[in-house]
Structures are given as C-alpha cells and as structure tokens.
RNA sequence: GCCUUUGUAGCUCAGGGGUAGAGCACUUCCUUGGUAAGGAAGAGGUCAGGGGUUCAAUUCCCCUCAAAGGCUCCA
C-alpha cells in the first residue's frame, strides 16, 4: 500500500507507508534531509520523523522557513529548561515557547537567583547538551500518568497546565534526561543547534496575571550556524545604536524633565523645527485633498466624553478630571480631538452637498499611561496627533477611505519608509461584548475597509479582535531598517460616534440622514514618528527633513568671513546651513559634522576663496569636489524635490 | 501598576563609612592647520530628593521620584 505525497511544487509521489517528512527529504536529497526541522503537513506544522497520515499535502520545513525557525527556537527552549534543571535541580517550569526573535522559558528558581554573570554557563550547559545529539521523543501520554509524573516531580505549573487538557490530547516530549509535557513540534535533535545565546531575564506573571506568583523569564535565542547568531547580535547592538532616545539627546532634538514629569517630551528647538516641517508637509498634502484646518481646546467638559462614551470606557483610567474652583464644574484633558470635531459638525446644519467635510488638527492630546509604560518618545503622556476627522455620507466612504490611503502612501514614499503591511483589525470573532455600535454598522464597516485595501492592491493581513471599540481600523505596519515593525498611520471608519452625537445632514431627498465618520492620522502621533524615524534613519533624517542641510567649514579663521558671506547666500535659496566657527583644524571640523550626520559640509580655503566655489563633501560619501555656491544649493533643492514629490 | 536592576560633572562611566575621580564636551590661551580627534591651562558635582542608623553617610537601611529590561495595559 503506496501514499500519496503532494509536494509545493505540485508535484506528486509514492511512498511506502508510514514512510516519514524526513523520508521524502532523504528521497529528494541528502542535503535537504539534512536541513528538514519539521514538516508541514496539511497545513499543520508536525515533527519530521512522524509518520505521514496518508495520502496527503506536504511541505518541509527549514531553518528559511519562520515554521521552521519556530520549530529550532521551540526545541531550543527545551534544551535550556534541560541545561537549567541540570544547573539548579529542582527549579519548576512554566512554558516555554519560541517567539519572533528567539524562545523563552518561564521557570520558578524557588529562592535562587540568577543573573546575566550566570548566562555563560547556561550556554555552556546548553551546548554540551547539544553536542550529544539528544533526539526529541514524542510519546501520547495519558492524563492521569501525565499528572503522576508531574506530581511526583513537584511541578504545579505543568500540573495546572494539564488539567486544562483533555485525556487523549497530552504529549511528552523528551530530550536527553528532560521531560516535558508539550504539544510539539521539534526538531529531529539537539545537533541542530549549534550557535546559543542566553539573551536576558525579565519576571513575568504565571499566565499573565498580576495576581499570581512572578517567574523568572530567560530568553535566549539559537542557530544553526555561528555566524548567523553574530549576525544577529551584531544586528542588536546596530538597534542600539540608532535608539531614539540616545540618537535624541546627541542631535539636540528632544529631552525629558522629571519636574515637568515622566513621558512629556520636551522638544528642543532643532527638534521642535523638525516637527514643523513634518506638519507643513502633512498640511501642504491635505490641503489638496480638500482639508481644512480647525483648533480646539486642550480640555473639554466631562459631558463631552460622556456622551463620545470615553468616560465610561476610560474615565478611570484617565487623569482626574479637573474642576473648576467654585462651582465644581468638570474637564478633561482631551485624550482624543474627535469629540471636539464633531461638536463643530454640529454647530450648524448640514447639508448632503457639504459632505464629505474634512476636519484636520494638529490636536495634542493627553492620556494616562501606566507608569512602566512610558518609554522614550514612542509611548508618552501627551502627543500631537495628525489627526483629522472626515464626515462623509455613507455612499462617500469607500472612495474617502482611498484618498487616505494615497495620503498614507504618500507619506511612506517622502521619508522613505520602505516595507510596509496593511493591517485589518475587525472585531474579534467570539467577544463581542467590548465593542459599542450597531452589528450592521459594524458589517459594513468592516467591508469598505476591506474593499478599499483590496482596490488599492495594499499587502493585508486580517486581525481578528485588534479593532478599536467603536469600529474597525487598517493600520499601517512599518518595517524599518532593522526588520522591526511598526504601527504608525492609522484610519478607523466609525458608525458609532455620530450616533452618539445625534449628527445629522439634509439628503437631497430632504431626509435627516446620519453620516460616517473616519478618524485617520497617517503620522500617528508625532512624536511616536519622529521616534521611528530616528531609528530606521538612524539619524540621517532625509534631506529635506534634516535639522542642518549643510555646514560650512573654513580651513583656517582667514576664510571665516567668506564662509558667512555663503551661509547667507544660501539661506536665500532656503538652504539650512551654519558654520563651524571653531578654532580647530579642518580634520576635526569634518569629524564632528560626520557625527552630527550633517548631510554636506562645505570645505573653504584659499582655494576655494580665490574661484568663488565651495569644496563639497556628503556625508557618509566623502569629497564630491568643487562647485559654486549656487550650483550646491541648486543640488540640495533638487534632492528635496524629488523626495517631497512634488508637494 | 507589578517584578528585577539602576541613579556620581552636560555626556559616557570609575570609586567608596572620614570634605569627590577619569575621558569627552565647555571656557581661555597658544597654534592658522586641506577631508574623521593639534597643544596647554581652567571652570564645572548638596554623589536624584527626603528620612533613618552612626562621632561621621555620596557609600549602610527605609520611603519618594526618575530611568533600563520585562509583565499587564494602550481611545
């Protein structure tokens, strides 16, 4: 009796059965035998050396694949609950599973500690286990039997973890000494891993919850070969550098104060210009689209949030509303500008021919952020969203939903953003209790905004249970320099809020009708931005953004005069550029620009002075030559052109 | 908010129960130098803030604030 094997390609084989992944590899060759981690089969990720069900679809799985590599990092966190049972007996196991970067296991030390001085040990101890090319043995266990071992072994983890599983369901897995109850898959054997790394420990709660007891949480991460673990690390130490708030502080753009108060980001003057000009283009961009520009105050009465329903869903959770000092009446600082939006759509009637109305502000906004939230710039207290709320009528929805999309786009192309994904969050498919707003509202909400991605040709994936509880939303996933993602721009359809503010427009059929609300910022907020800039730019911001275009650097202070005389000429052509004044040698003039990540400096001697030219040197690029001042300017001006794309 | 760790000059960091150290940055002077660090001198700190122990605390203990990593959360 042969099986029938389904190969990616569409191609079809014969296999005795029982014949395993491992032995199709074998039989297309040794060399793919030899990289197989696991297998796919019919969609679901299984070892390699299981049997083959049948007659049946598969794929194999390396160390290229993220199946693959999710395989590697899940049998490398088995590997290191073996070399920390073999460390420190006696220490209990929560779980243990692979994640983007690498796997980790959560495990009761009892009284021991451990810290970063005992990682190369756990690594040594993982790498000898390695070398013993220990197989992992899957066994069907049954509930009681998995609970004796487990009791006898004092674990009250894995034994909570059994409990929840159904007799029939439960399978070990086992390596070299350690047993370990696990669902699978793993690799074939420890062989495979041969490049470890224990990364850090951090406490984490026992299943998430704050209630239960704190366990210790070690991650690690493994390879297949040596160099690519160096990759990686050399990869983590490039993140660190371009860290945002380090990168921040030694380009001046932005500082925190503890009397002023954690996550409020002050802006220095270099980085307050830089915000300026991220605004001017965001407004020059929606100006074409028909926006237009409204201002609305930092607080707003209790009321307000009341009927938006924030202050039912975030009031405790907010800041303490603040009161007047005698008759007690309340405000908040605006955590949102789009119930001061709609206010303004109320304001007077409307009519189906004003719509779609397109409300934009630069509204900074305050929200209460659990203090070991905060982090640098990418998660404060107070930000300044790009915010801007389109009134539309229903008909108008799919086609304003495109136009933000083009703007988002647009956005990505000027800072030159590269990857990005488009990420559908409906509700989630079982709860529907968090979220307000009519179940047809919600239908069709969910469809314009999978139309409009699918007519733009956007790269999507759907999440279930990632909307906002008033709608869903399309985020805009960045992938940055370094591989991270990023959530910035972000357009939300909401049914909810127009409601709640009973807004209305004439229709032509002289009806009172209810628009469509949608909440977009392509930026985010700005401050979450910058931060994202910063590090996928590594600061070198591009040209047109950048604090300082240019630097004029004279070779000796006889030609300082000269150097002023160009800064001025080039200030009329809108060029950004000062001049290194320093009583310092022209070696050091050039360093210190290169750090400051000023894109060009321009170097004047006798030279240069005597045929009226500067010496131009790019960042990065090093001596593009002599040219006159005009002809720089010209070059600079055209750079920025053509990444403002024509705006 | 919770857990762990940390807080010494503008920055990066050393030190340690007995009046505080380095490098870089800064100021002044010398040097006028051609594509990634010229030389010298000087100034700069209530050792995060508050309380306690001690003859004596920057150092040990407690509290508060802030930061780092993680957990939970994120309109």
């Given at each position: 009796m042969k099986i029938e094997v389904t190969l990616p390609d569409g191609s079809v084989r014969q296999y005795e059965e029982g014949a395993t992944a491992m032995d199709v590899a074998r039989s297309i060759s040794?060399?793919?035998?030899?990289?197989?981690?696991?297998?796919?089969?019919?969609?679901?990720?299984?070892?390699?050396?299981?049997?083959?069900?049948?007659?049946?679809?598969?794929?194999?799985?390396?160390?290229?694949?993220?199946?693959?590599?999710?395989?590697?990092?899940?049998?490398?966190?088995?590997?290191?609950?073996?070399?920390?049972?073999?460390?420190?007996?006696?220490?209990?196991?929560?779980?243990?599973?692979?994640?983007?970067?690498?796997f980790y296991y959560d495990v009761d030390l009892g009284d021991r500690?451990?810290?970063?001085?005992?990682?190369?040990?756990?690594?040594?101890?993982?790498?000898?286990?390695?070398?013993?090319?220990s197989a992992y043995v899957r066994s069907e266990v049954p509930k009681a039997e998995a609970i004796e071992y487990f009791s006898e072994k004092g674990d009250e983890y894995k034994l909570e973890l059994i409990e929840g599983l159904q007799d029939g369901e439960i399978t070990f897995y086992q390596q070299g000494d350690f047993v370990d109850l696990c669902r699978g898959p793993h690799i074939p054997d420890t062989s495979y891993i041969k490049a470890v790394k224990v990364l850090s420990i951090a406490g984490a709660y026992?299943?998430?919850?704050e209630n239960r007891k704190q366990l210790t949480r070690v991650y690690g991460i493994t390879y297949p070969k040596q160099k690519e673990l160096d990759a990686f690390l050399a990869m983590i130490e490039e993140a660190r550098k371009r860290d945002h708030r380090k990168l921040g502080r030694e380009l001046d753009l932005f500082t925190f104060s503890e009397k002023v108060g954690a996550g409020l980001p002050l802006w220095l003057p270099k980085g307050a210009a830089l915000r300026e000009?991220?605004?001017?283009?965001?407004?020059?961009a929606q100006e074409k689209d028909g926006y237009e520009q409204v201002v609305t105050p930092h607080i707003g009465g209790r009321q307000l949030y009341v009927t938006s329903g924030h202050w039912e869903k975030y009031g405790k959770d907010s800041f303490r509303p603040i009161t007047t000092p005698h008759d007690g009446e309340e405000f908040l600082l605006k955590p949102m500008n789009c119930p001061h939006h709609c206010e303004i759509y109320a304001s007077r009637p409307r009519s189906y021919k004003d719509l779609p109305l397109r409300l934009a502000e630069f509204g900074t906004v305050y929200r209460y952020e659990q203090s070991g939230e905060l982090h640098g710039l990418t998660r404060v207290r107070g930000f300044t969203q790009d915010d801007a709320h389109l009134f539309c009528r229903p008909d108008q929805v799919k086609d304003e939903f495109i136009k933000v999309i083009d703007l988002v786009l647009k956005v990505i192309k000027a800072l030159d953003l590269g990857d990005f994904e488009a990420q559908i969050s409906l509700?989630?498919?079982?709860?529907?209790?968090?979220?307000?707003?009519?179940?047809?509202?919600?239908?069709?909400?969910?469809?314009?905004?999978?139309?409009?991605?699918?007519?733009?040709?956007?790269?999507?994936?759907?999440?279930?249970?990632?909307?906002?509880f008033y709608g869903p939303k399309l985020d805009f996933m960045i992938k940055d320099a370094l591989g991270r993602k990023w959530q910035l721009g972000t357009i939300q359809v909401d049914?909810?809020?127009?409601?709640?503010?009973?807004?209305?427009?004439?229709?032509?059929?002289?009806?009172?009708?209810?628009?469509?609300?949608?909440?977009?910022?392509?930026?985010?907020?700005?401050?979450?931005?910058?931060?994202?800039?910063?590090?996928?730019h590594a600061g070198r911001f591009p040209l047109w953004l950048t604090p300082e275009q240019a630097i004029l650097l004279p070779i000796s202070d006889k030609y300082l005069d000269a150097c002023l005389d160009i800064a001025r000429s080039l200030k009329d052509s809108d060029i950004r550029a000062s001049v290194d004044e320093r009583n310092e040698k022209i070696g050091r003039k050039i360093r210190d620009a290169e750090l400051a990540r000023i894109p060009f400096m321009l170097i004047i001697g006798e030279k240069e002075a005597e045929q009226g030219t500067v010496s131009v040197r790019e960042h990065g690029q090093g001596d593009l030559g002599p040219m006159s001042p005009q002809a720089f300017a010209d070059l600079v001006n055209e750079r920025v052109k053509v990444q403002l794309g024509g705006l």
């Open positions: 040794e060399g793919l035998a030899r990289n197989v981690l696991s297998a796919k089969v019919n969609g679901e990720v299984r070892d390699a050396e299981r049997p083959l069900p049948g007659k049946c679809e598969l794929q194999l799985l390396t160390w290229n694949d993220p199946e693959g590599r999710s395989t590697m990092w899940h049998s490398s966190a088995h590997l290191m609950a073996e070399a920390l049972e073999a460390l420190y007996p006696g220490i209990k196991f929560g779980i243990g599973p692979p994640i983007e970067h690498g500690v451990i810290t970063d001085k005992d990682f190369p040990a756990i690594e040594a101890k993982m790498k000898e286990l390695a070398a013993k090319k026992w299943r998430g919850d000009r991220l605004i001017n283009f965001m407004k020059a509700r989630d498919k079982v709860d529907r209790s968090k979220y307000i707003g009519s179940e047809s509202n919600w239908e069709k909400a969910e469809q314009a905004i999978i139309d409009a991605a699918k007519e733009k040709g956007l790269p999507t994936v759907v999440e279930y249970g990632e909307a906002a049914y909810n809020l127009p409601e709640r503010f009973e807004l209305e427009y004439v229709g032509s059929d002289n009806l009172k009708h209810r628009p469509v609300m949608i909440h977009r910022a392509p930026f985010g907020s700005l401050e979450r931005f910058v931060a994202v800039l910063i590090e996928h």
